[in-house]
Structure formats: C-alpha cells, structure tokens
C-alpha cells in the first residue's frame, strides 16, 4: 500500500483533527536490532559466559515463562568480563548503515530523538561514542564491574509490570505532551509495553508479530531505510497541507 494511502488510514484512527506532521512528532528509539545490526547485549551474554545456562534463560524468557528483569540477573551471573574488554569487544558493533541519514533527518526538523533500551547505558552510549554519535538522550539499565563480574540494576524497573526490566512507557506517558504524536521504533519484547501507548508504531521481528497478533496498528520496516523514508514522506505530506 503506497504511504500515503496508510498516511491517510493512520489519520483517520487517530481521529487526528490536523494531518500528522513530522514537526509534530516525538521519537524513541529502542536501540539492540533497531538502531544496530544486531542485538549487541545478548552477543555479549553469549561469548563471556562461562556456561550455557543463559540458554534456558533465553528459553523461558522467549516463551513468557519469565520478566526481563530476571532473564538479565541470571545471565549476567555467568558472564566473566573486564571493563575493558567489554569497551573493546562493543567496538565490533555496526550502527544499521541508515542511522546516521535517519539523525539528520530527525534533528534538521528540530526533534531530538530519544533511545529507550534494555541494554545497559553505558554499553550503549560506548557504541555511540565509537561511532561518534553525540547528544542523543539514553535510558537503560544499569551495570557497576566487581573485577571480571557485571553487577546490573535497573532504575527504570516498574513493579506494576513483571514482563520488563526497563519499563519503557514510563518515559512515553511522562514525556507525552499534549498535541504532541508519539513515534515508537522498535523490534522485540521489550517494545511491547511502549508501542501499546504509542501513536505510531514502526515494529519488525517480534514486536511486528505482537502487533499483528493484538490486532495494533503498526507500519512494518525491515531496516532504519524504511524509517526514514517514511520520515520524509511524512514531511513532504506535511509541507503540502501548510
């Protein structure tokens, strides 16, 4: 369907009184498989542990049989990693290759994305860092290093909801502004929570099967290319309506 027929659709379920405009817009970001080519944590979970009882973590974490919260403390249990060779290993993560036309976009327009992950700050904003990427806002779990152990916390944990270690839609319902459409971006299971509160959903992999399951509107992507050419599309839409 061209956009601007779901443009359009959009529009109508939104029961918006103006059509959307990019200015209009605030944008999150999930980042592991989102705004990267892979889910860079659980690379991580996989090459330093010292056993493979992550799996069955993974396992049950996958099948809803267990929050995020308690999948990440127990592997993280099993995982022995220098801070510094974590900072190098984070080094080998690539960016999806249409991040960076996706930023300039974003911020030509005046909107400062904001990323919203279940990974941990630091390990994010190191792989920002890497790839010289300043000034986005990050919020993720946290992690402090005793010798070759990871010790996490997560400061951003809701006891309301036992799926998630970062319950991201606390900063879409806190950040909401009135008039303003929230913008979701997302891949996976701890995107389930935001994109239930989001305006509009771009969703792939297991957020996309979510969605479609739950009967949500959502526009599927493949990479942050699509992102950004719907993104210009909807300024292009935007433009002709003032």
């Known amino acids: 369907m061209p956009f601007i027929n779901r443009l359009h659709q959009l529009e109508s379920k939104l029961q918006v009184k103006s059509p959307i405009v990019l200015s209009n817009c605030r ?15 659980f690379d991580v979970i996989e090459r330093f542990s010292i056993n493979d009882h992550w799996m069955v973590l993974e396992k049950a974490w996958l099948d809803g049989q267990i929050g995020t919260k308690e999948c990440l403390e127990g592997q993280l249990k099993n995982v022995r990693i220098s801070k510094n060779t974590l900072y190098k290993f984070l080094k080998k993560a690539d960016l999806d290759p249409h991040f960076h036309q996706l930023m300039a976009l974003l911020v030509q327009e005046g909107i400062k994305p904001v990323i919203l992950s279940d990974n941990f700050t630091c390990i994010v904003e190191w792989i920002l ?3 010289a990427i300043k000034d986005l806002k990050v919020y993720g779990n946290a992690l402090r290093f005793y010798r070759d152990h990871i010790i996490p916390s997560f400061p951003y944990d809701n006891p309301f909801c036992l799926s998630c270690a970062h319950c991201k839609k606390i900063h879409l319902t806190k950040d909401k502004m009135e008039n303003k459409l929230i913008v979701y971006v997302g891949d996976g299971r701890s995107d389930f929570c935001p994109a239930r509160v989001s305006d509009i959903v771009f969703a792939k992999d297991h957020l996309l099967r979510f969605m479609t399951k739950e009967e949500l509107p959502c526009i599927p992507y493949k990479d942050l290319g699509d992102v950004h050419h719907y993104f210009q599309e909807l300024l292009i839409h935007g433009r002709k309506n003032h």
Not at 28 to 41: A, E, P
């Open 129 to 131: 860092e890497h790839h």
């Open 27 to 41: 944008v999150f970001f999930d980042f592991d498989n989102t705004m990267t080519t892979t889910d860079v944590l």
